[in-house]
């Protein structure tokens, strides 16, 4: 498993090609923006993308999704509950919503719903996602081999907020302890900043530490 992180966006938001060395399909998680960087980046390392996963559905995620879709023919997977299904084209610029489903994804026809116990193939890879609300609703973590792909949810040193429109505290320290919980130990790749471990996260990351009461 081969893995680029490509911070994109005025957010920085990390995008993440995961490769199937063998095969040459790959997963893209979280296009943000820069969608020429993330295309470059594929066409260059002759890589078939099967799969484009969101994390959850805050913009400064999803930016590029359209323009990496037309371009790869990949499918796009979301949680349902990132997703704004009232049939009004609500969309702003980027297609984040406005009103009461700002923080939410457009559904354009195009999205594939994940959720809980959900495993997506690509090539050898195998994904499973997990649901690990509180930055929102439908925020998940994604676990591929030894990582973890944790979104909003969980950083190094720190958590995602949880003033946004689905956001909530008690449901993120549950989410925190959840995956303070896994066995063993995994690299985790956030949605912003530096890449960390899971063991690291548990012994000084104090949102953590404070979910798991230690």
């Keep these: 498993m081969l893995i680029k992180t490509l911070p994109v966006g005025m957010l920085e938001t990390n995008c993440y090609i995961v490769t199937d060395e063998d095969s040459k399909k790959c997963a893209v998680i979280d296009p943000g923006a820069d969608s020429n960087e993330i295309l470059d980046y594929i066409e260059s390392n002759g890589l078939t993308p099967v799969a484009v996963f969101l ?15 037309e371009d790869t023919g990949a499918a796009a997977y979301i949680h349902e509950s990132e997703v704004n299904r009232s049939g009004q084209n609500t969309a702003g610029a980027g297609g984040i919503s406005a009103g009461s489903s700002r923080h939410k994804l457009d559904d354009n026809g195009k999205l594939t719903f994940y959720s809980e116990g959900d495993v997506i193939d690509i090539g050898s890879l195998r994904f499973k996602v997990f649901e690990t609300p509180g930055h929102s609703l439908g925020s998940v973590t994604l676990q591929c081999e030894d990582a973890l792909f944790t979104g909003d949810t969980l950083f190094r040193l720190e958590c995602g907020r949880t003033d946004l429109e689905g956001g909530d505290e008690d449901t993120m320290m549950r989410s925190l302890k959840r995956l303070a919980e896994f066995d063993g130990d995994y690299e985790v790749y956030p949605g912003h900043a530096e890449a960390s471990t899971l063991g690291y996260e548990r012994s000084f990351n104090r949102y953590m530490k404070h979910a798991t009461g230690s």
Excluded: E, Q, R
Aim: proline fraction near 0%; charge should be negative; avoid cysteine.
């Design 55 to 69: 994390t959850h559905g805050h913009y400064d995620h999803h930016m590029a999704l359209d323009a990496v879709l």
